[in-house]
């Protein structure tokens, strides 16, 4: 069954730094997602990405964030000089189509230690 | 704005017992609904969801959910806990930009 993959699945940097966190989602979805999950909180929206560009992002998708889709298969997420409060477990996700009840399937996630 | 309220933080069962997630969700519009399992160090996997069609909708592993549209409510139900079945369950919406809401997860215990 295809899957949606991550790399890594640790990351540990120091402040300032700057991480790319990697995905390759299912071979023929077209519609991209970025969400985290800070220790003992919800799960979070961050990004969508269509048609090569963003369609939507959450108020925490500041400008410290990008996401690229640089090869028709990886798609990234950029963060450009981390903060201790981005530590948190990363899911890219993909879907095929924008029906609402269409699956998001996830990766198993990046976990990001900034210290 | 659409969210989810998942009513207990944690649950525990003892295996072979009924399993009872409580979700209550709040949407404008007729939702979307998901049920996703995370298993400790794993990725979130779908269990089952509702799409409008038939209100009782059966997914993996033994799970079942009903949707009550009266009650704003997604249970998510197992007759019979298996010690696999201790995980995070969470409680989804799709909103209107179908980005995901997520509840707060619930933690399920399963007592031999």
């Known amino acids: 069954e295809p899957e949606v993959t991550q790399t890594p699945s640790h990351q540990v940097t120091q402040m300032g730094q700057e991480v790319i966190l990697r995905c390759v989602p299912i071979s023929n979805h077209l519609y991209f997602y970025w969400y985290r999950q800070i220790l003992g909180q919800k799960v979070e929206f961050l990004v969508s990405f269509y048609n090569n560009e963003i369609s939507e992002k959450s108020e925490i998708f500041d400008d410290q964030f990008s996401v690229e889709r640089p090869d028709g298969s990886n798609f990234t997420l950029k963060i450009r000089s981390t903060k201790l409060e981005d530590s948190a477990m990363y899911f890219c996700?993909?879907?095929?189509?924008?029906?609402?009840?269409?699956?998001?399937?996830f990766g198993p996630g990046t976990r990001l230690l900034v210290l | 704005a659409q969210s989810v309220t998942q009513l207990d933080s944690h649950v525990s069962v003892s295996e072979g017992t009924p399993v009872l997630l409580r979700c209550n969700y709040s949407s404008s519009y007729s939702p979307s609904l998901f049920w996703y399992v995370q298993h400790p160090n794993k990725g979130l996997q779908l269990l089952l969801k509702y799409t409008s069609a038939a209100t009782l909708v059966k997914g993996i592993n033994g799970f079942e959910a009903e949707f009550k549209k009266s009650e704003t409510s997604f249970h998510l139900t197992k007759p019979s806990a298996h010690m696999s079945d201790a995980a995070e369950y969470f409680c989804v919406v799709s909103d209107s930009t179908n980005k995901l809401v997520f509840g707060a997860g619930t933690i399920l215990r399963v007592k031999s």
């Open positions: 996700a993909s879907r095929l189509s924008i029906y609402s009840g269409e699956t998001q399937y």
